[in-house]
């Protein structure tokens, strides 16, 4: 059972809860991180910055080299694909992520376990560094907003004709 998680807005999130569980963890222990390989000695730093050290984990799997003002979707598409090699490859069986974008691209190959960041973190990371806050959940549960009753009911209608 090896355990990868993302380090922006994941480990960066709650990284007491993420040291703890980290530290517990009985198997293997991979931080997963977009960031780019010559970040390397940043993330530690990172990581170093929140109590998590080298003894915490057994390896940094880090992204391919990008710049930050070319990030488009073709971006994300490849980074996810990034993503699912290293899970692939390190047999991560738990990944934590705190991206949309990702954890519905990789739930059919592992089982994937999204930090929901608060409204207050959204809003206070995307003046500090809107790159690598890229922000997919403040959209995410819109949606919900909207829900009424006969939305509701139809919704359940459509599980009850697919399952029935």
């Known amino acids: ?10 480990i960066s999130y709650r ?3 993420f040291k703890t569980l980290l530290k517990d963890w009985p198997f293997k222990r991979y931080i997963v991180s977009g960031t780019p390989e010559s970040q390397r000695n940043e993330t530690i730093e990172i990581l170093n910055s929140y109590g998590i050290y080298t003894e915490y984990y057994d390896k940094i799997l880090l992204g391919y080299e ?3 003002t070319d990030m488009n979707l073709s971006h994300f598409k ?4 990034h993503k699912l090699k ?3 490859q390190y047999d991560i069986n738990i990944f934590f992520d705190d991206n949309p974008f990702y954890a519905s691209y990789l739930k059919d190959h592992t089982a994937v376990f999204q930090t929901i960041l608060s409204s207050e973190y959204l809003e206070s990371f995307k003046q500090k560094d ?3 806050t890229c ?3 403040a959209d995410q549960f819109n949606y919900l907003e909207e829900l009424d009753d006969e939305k509701i ?12």
């Open 78 to 81: 490849r980074m996810r694909e």
């Open 86 to 88: 290293l899970i692939k």
């Open 1 to 10: 059972m090896n355990l990868g998680i993302d380090l922006h807005d994941t």
């Open 153 to 164: 009911k139809k919704t359940l209608n459509n599980q009850e004709d697919k399952n029935g």
């Open 66 to 68: 990008y710049d930050k």
């Open 135 to 137: 922000n997919f959940q």
């Open 15 to 17: 990284p007491e809860f």
């Open 130 to 132: 809107p790159f690598f």
